[in-house]
């Protein structure tokens, strides 16, 4: 069985994959002071609760967070024998490599995306990610990364202008019904929701008049669904694109090594 783990800036998430399906999928905050100790109780606590303890013996890891990887290593090298693979290091080959400026670190959840969105819909996207940041990857023809755009979040924006703004309470992301707000709570609403509409709008469009052909764009992260209520801003929602991600490159990485 094999383990993935996407380790985001805010949440940090972990599949079981096996026999071509997911068995389970489990979340928590990103914490670079978790030891690997504190990773197992926890992981195999839920996965008593759905079943029996999995037999892993393989994973594969991305994270935008540097500093957890460490004690991630050490959980699957401590419990469960194994040592993952972690995306963007030399160990860890891509189906395409990204084309981008020379010395540019491409974050692992881009590429981990690129290769989930090429295999499940083909090239010319553009892949929006509504995490900490919002993420614009395009995708080319053949499937390789060629750039794209970074935006701030949504809660990210939320938290700026709750911190920054002593009179602003902090507010959940919702779709105002009137865009004209009549309230402080309902202004903010209106404000973040419709305008990361417009940036969505904005961007896609941008990048459709430079590619200068047609583009699929694919929303995932948690809010994805919440921005395509009513809208044409994507042409599929795929909510466990980065998951797969994970599982095609360490599909891919397996038959390098037989070869």
Same mark, same amino acid.
């Given at each position: 069985?094999?383990?993935?783990?996407?380790?985001?800036?805010?949440?940090?998430?972990?599949?079981?994959?096996?026999?071509?399906?997911?068995?389970?999928?489990?979340?928590?905050?990103?914490?670079?002071?978790?030891?690997?100790?504190?990773?197992?109780?926890?992981?195999?606590?839920?996965?008593?609760?759905?079943?029996?303890?999995?037999?892993?013996?393989?994973?594969?890891?991305?994270?935008?967070?540097?500093?957890?990887?460490?004690?991630?290593?050490?959980?699957?090298?401590?419990?469960?024998?194994?040592?993952?693979?972690?995306?963007?290091?030399? +160990?860890?080959?891509?189906?395409? +490599?990204?084309?981008?400026?020379?010395?540019?670190?491409?974050?692992?959840?881009?590429?981990?995306?690129?290769?989930?969105?090429?295999?499940?819909?083909?090239?010319?996207?553009?892949?929006?990610?509504?995490?900490?940041?919002?993420?614009?990857?395009?995708?080319?023809?053949?499937?390789?990364?060629?750039?794209?755009?970074?935006?701030?979040?949504?809660?990210?924006?939320? +938290?700026?202008?709750?911190?920054?703004?002593?009179?602003?309470?902090?507010?959940?992301?919702?779709?105002?019904?009137?865009?004209?707000?009549?309230?402080?709570?309902?202004?903010?609403?209106?404000?973040?929701?419709?305008?990361?509409?417009?940036?969505?709008?904005?961007?896609?469009?941008?990048?459709?008049?430079?590619?200068?052909?047609?583009?699929?764009?694919?929303?995932?992260?948690?809010?994805?669904?919440?921005?395509?209520?009513?809208?044409?801003?994507?042409?599929?929602?795929?909510?466990?694109?980065?998951?797969?991600?994970?599982?095609?490159?360490?599909?891919?990485?397996?038959?390098?090594?037989?070869?």
């Amino acid at each position: 069985m094999l383990l993935a783990i996407d380790c985001g800036n805010t949440n940090t998430v972990f599949s079981v994959w096996d026999d071509g399906r997911f068995l389970g999928t489990w979340r928590m905050s990103t914490d670079h002071t978790r030891t690997a100790d504190e990773y197992f109780v926890w992981l195999t606590a839920l996965m008593r609760l759905d079943g029996e303890v999995m037999a892993i013996d393989d994973a594969i890891i991305s994270s935008t967070a540097p500093r957890v990887v460490f004690n991630l290593r050490v959980l699957c090298n401590r419990y469960f024998n194994c040592r993952p693979r972690v995306v963007g290091k030399a +160990e860890c080959a891509l189906p395409i +490599e990204p084309r981008v400026d020379p010395g540019t670190t491409v974050g692992p959840d881009r590429l981990v995306n690129t290769v989930a969105g090429f295999h499940r819909h083909g090239g010319d996207l553009i892949i929006v990610d509504f995490g900490t940041a919002t993420t614009f990857d395009v995708v080319d023809a053949d499937g390789a990364y060629i750039g794209g755009a970074i935006a701030p979040g949504v809660n990210l924006s939320l +938290e700026a202008l709750h911190m920054a703004a002593a009179a602003l309470p902090h507010v959940d992301v919702s779709r105002p019904v009137l865009a004209i707000g009549t309230n402080t709570v309902a202004c903010m609403q209106s404000g973040v929701y419709w305008g990361y509409i417009g940036l969505v709008e904005g961007i896609v469009r941008q990048i459709r008049r430079e590619r200068d052909r047609p583009m699929k764009v694919i929303g995932t992260g948690g809010l994805a669904p919440l921005f395509d209520q009513g809208f044409d801003l994507f042409d599929t929602v795929d909510s466990d694109l980065t998951m797969t991600g994970l599982v095609l490159i360490h599909q891919y990485n397996k038959e390098l090594d037989k070869a």
